[in-house]
């Protein structure tokens, strides 16, 4: 789903929104924009964005669901 084997653009309308939900697929984008097209941090920020906040989001469901015990 991120475009990895099968482009993004040739798939159903349907599965571009459900790959947008994944983070595989932001940086996937990023990856090709450095190595293909020697793009520049600007041409990356949305793909950036997406994936900070999947981290932050990340970190914050792990925080919530982490429980120090002494057993």
Known sequence: MSGFMFPYEAMPRGAQWLAECLPATHFMRAVRGVVLRAAEVRD??????WLASFSVVGLIVASWRFHKRLD
């Open 44 to 49: 990356l920020v949305e793909d950036l964005l």
